[in-house]
């Protein structure tokens, strides 16, 4: 009793509750709710339009707070209901639960103390993907998903779709979802790293029964071709706005010039040819008209040509706003060598509408190319210039 107390105060003391989406899980869902209550008396359940034995089972747990509606809307929605009623109830976490069984709840104070050692961090229980029963489309999906959330925030992680998280409600209270199924659990995660927060994984054990017992409401076809259509999404968005955005924030910082300087410009294990290589890469690359894959091209040369990629991607943001019109404009003014007696003074002479952009589009592809050849060699040649006499004068001083 002194143990269930101690871990109660401790929920109480970070107003964090456990939160449990259940949807036709009478068979697991009061095992899963007696052993929560075990821990602390603030558990949540949101019952997402039940159409078994549910309600009689949660009829057993009076001391429960309870979310209830019909029909069935999906994990999506149901975690959103259960983070927005949390949220009015006062708690600033969430650890949410499956009801199917597959987590213990011996691993609550786990996660509790996450809140302490990482506050404001969003975590995910890594479970062991190699155990007796994991179900082999399981191993699959998570791979999948990991690659995919590593394009878009950069961060690794070994598991992303385990449902044991802990959430920082009061972090993602202005933040406002898309997905209703269990692509959700994809888009928090990457919404929230976009916004700042924190996301990290700590252990957790679980269990999966086997083929014979196990419920699972997961539809291959439907939902890996949701999380497909997700995934694009998120990745238009990184490519188009995110990576842009956190480059500029990046370079408003001045401790940021300096860090770079030293640790990029300067760097004694590169020759001066690589570094001017990997800028004029860089701005060839942010000009030659492959709008949207930039970034993405740019950084497979980098791999692919062994050159800097941090100095390849900061100089290939030369197109991204407010740079992005001169760019465009330069490209169809240099584009005019090529067309001859059909070339235009300027794109939009005539307004900007689909028949003028047809009819600019080849003048401004041969000029942006050819703007991209020379710009990059430009800077390739002056940047190598530069860095020989600045690092011979830093060497001889």
């Known amino acids: 009793m002194a143990s269930q107390l101690t871990y109660n105060e401790q929920f109480e003391r970070h107003r964090v509750a456990v939160l449990i989406p259940t949807y036709n899980n009478a068979g697991t869902l009061g095992t899963v709710l007696s052993d929560a209550l075990a821990y602390t008396d603030h558990v949540i359940v949101v019952n997402d339009g039940a159409t078994d034995e549910t309600l009689a089972v949660l009829e057993q747990f009076p001391a429960l707070q309870l979310v209830s509606y019909s ?40 996660m509790l103390q996450q809140v302490s050692e990482q506050p404001g961090s969003l975590i995910i229980g890594a479970r062991n993907l190699h155990q007796e029963n994991m179900p082999g489309k399981n191993t699959f999906a998570n791979k999948f998903s990991n690659f995919w959330f590593y394009v878009n925030t950069g961060l690794k992680g ?74 694009t999404v998120l990745v238009l968005i990184t490519l188009l706005y995110i990576k842009p955005r956190d480059i500029l924030l990046f370079l408003l910082k001045r401790e940021n010039w300096k860090r770079m300087w030293k640790e990029e410009v300067l760097r004694a294990d590169e020759s001066n040819f690589m570094k001017a290589a990997s800028m004029g890469m860089g701005v060839f690359m942010g000009i030659v008209p492959i709008w949207g894959f930039q970034l993405l091209v740019s950084v497979l040369l980098a ?51 689909w028949t003028t952009v047809k009819d600019n589009l080849l003048q401004y592809i041969l000029g942006s190319i050819t703007l991209a050849v020379l710009a990059g060699t430009t800077v390739w040649l002056v940047s190598w210039g530069i860095l020989s006499i600045f690092r011979k004068q830093q060497k001889n001083g």
């Not at 149901?78 to 597959?102: C, K, S, W």
């Not at 030369?318 to 760019?327: E, N, V, Y």
Request: proline residues 7%; glycine residues 6%; hydrophobic residues 40%.
């Open 158 to 231: 070994p598991d992303t779709q385990s449902g044991y998280r802990l959430y920082p409600l009061y972090l993602m209270r202005k933040m406002r979802f898309l997905c209703s199924k269990y692509e959700f659990e994809i888009e928090v995660i990457v919404r929230s790293a976009w916004k700042g927060i924190k996301v990290d994984w700590t252990p957790v054990k679980v269990y999966y029964p086997p083929a014979a017992e196990r419920v699972s409401h997961f539809r291959p076809g439907r939902d890996f071709t949701r999380i497909s259509i997700l995934n």
């Open 303 to 353: 791999i692919k040509l062994k050159l800097n990629k941090a100095l390849v991607l900061l100089s290939a943001h030369i197109s991204t706003p407010p740079l992005t019109p001169f760019i465009v404009i330069a490209s169809c003014l240099t584009g005019r060598i090529w067309m001859g007696q059909h070339a235009r003074d300027f794109f939009f002479s005539d307004g900007l509408n």
């Open 71 to 110: 029909p069935n809307r999906g994990k999506g929605i149901a975690l959103r209901r259960g983070f927005a009623y949390a949220l009015e109830q006062g708690y600033d976490y969430v650890i949410t639960m499956d009801a199917d069984g597959q987590h213990f709840a011996s691993d609550l104070p786990v």
